[in-house]
């Protein structure tokens, strides 16, 4: 069966649903043309998989697989409402200087989503450490006018956020 970019599919041996994000044409022993799909985990981990292997749980209707890849910035709800704001600039333009992967060069050309959210401190932590826990990156930016801490972050576009960034507040600019 050929797999469609952003199906919902599994994989035997693997407990979770996966999303179909990427798929290319491999020759396999006798020279026979197939398909190998990359899939993407909750946590954002991709694997390749041959068609064989995989079988559908279900199809989106009409997206484009860049519709699922975004960039978080977080800001920090303690903050001056003028220092969160502008912080949110500045790390996000620093992310967009650290960062160089392919998946970050395809949010740049086709995406630019982002989400910015105001967190606790404790979730500000948390969000850190989910994303370390599964080998993410980020960028913090602190405040010389706020004594020095950190403010805000940015984490590396990704098409999956570890399931705790669904709970995050949405910042509502005021």
């Known amino acids: 069966m050929n797999f469609k970019i952003l199906d919902r599919v599994c994989v035997k041996d693997i407990d979770e649903v996966l ?19 990359t899939l993407s985990d909750t946590s ?5 998989y041959e068609d064989y292997e995989i079988e559908l749980i279900s199809r989106p209707i009409k997206k484009s ?5 975004k960039m978080y910035v977080l800001v920090k709800n303690t903050a001056p409402i003028g220092l969160g704001i502008n912080s949110v ?15 970050h060069k395809e949010w740049e050309t086709y995406s630019n989503r982002q989400v910015t959210c ?4 404790e979730e500000f932590k948390q969000a850190i450490e989910e994303i370390e826990k599964i080998g993410g990156k980020y960028v913090l930016f602190n405040e010389n006018d706020w004594n020095d801490q950190d403010i805000s ?6 098409y999956n956020f570890p399931d705790i960034f ?3 507040k949405l910042h509502s600019g005021g």
């Open 19 to 37: 999303t179909v994000v990427d798929y290319k044409h491999i020759f396999g022993i006798a020279k026979e043309r197939t398909l190998a799909y």
């Open 44 to 48: 954002g981990c991709l694997y390749d």
């Open 65 to 69: 697989k860049y519709d699922y890849l």
């Open 89 to 103: 600039g500045h790390v996000t333009y620093s992310a967009c200087k650290k960062f160089d992967s392919q998946i």
């Open 118 to 121: 105001l967190v606790s401190e």
């Open 153 to 158: 972050v940015a984490f590396e576009a990704r």
């Open 166 to 168: 669904k709970t995050f």
